[in-house]
């Protein structure tokens, strides 16, 4: 069994910080890409960042400059950096990761619980 734990979310003022963290634990073999996606009240999900095996990065034009998404792959565990935050930041966020659990061969997609990330003054 492989599960995501996230962690980090929280209450900021606009202009504010906040860091997440989501590690993955389990029977895994391997892990491959990670990312973090969104999904505000009454919009549909939508991607963040991802972060390749071997640190390629990509992120949303609308969190470029403002977010670094970061791994530590002796931890599995994967983080995101949101500096600048904005009201419209404000979402549930959740991790993605792409994991080959041991003893197979395939590539699952598994999530976390999801963090909530307020931006308010």
């Known amino acids: 069994q492989v599960q995501l734990v996230e962690s980090g979310g929280g209450l900021v003022q606009p202009g504010g910080s906040l860091r997440l963290s989501c590690a993955a634990s389990?029977?895994?073999?391997?892990?491959?890409?990670m990312g973090w996606y969104r999904q505000a009240p009454g919009k549909q999900r939508e991607l963040v960042a991802t972060?390749?095996?071997?640190?390629?990065?990509n992120y949303v034009d609308s969190v470029k400059g403002r977010f670094t998404i970061s791994r530590d792959n002796a931890k599995n565990t994967v983080y995101l950096q949101m500096n600048s935050l904005k009201p419209e930041d404000t979402a549930v966020y959740y991790c993605?990761?792409?994991?080959?659990?041991?003893?197979?061969?395939?590539?699952?997609?598994?999530w976390g619980q999801g963090t909530q990330v307020t931006v308010s003054s």
């Open positions: 993605n990761a792409r994991i080959i659990p041991t003893f197979t061969l395939q590539t699952y997609d598994y």
């Open positions: 389990g029977t895994i073999f391997s892990i491959n890409a």
């Open positions: 972060i390749s095996n071997s640190e390629g990065t």
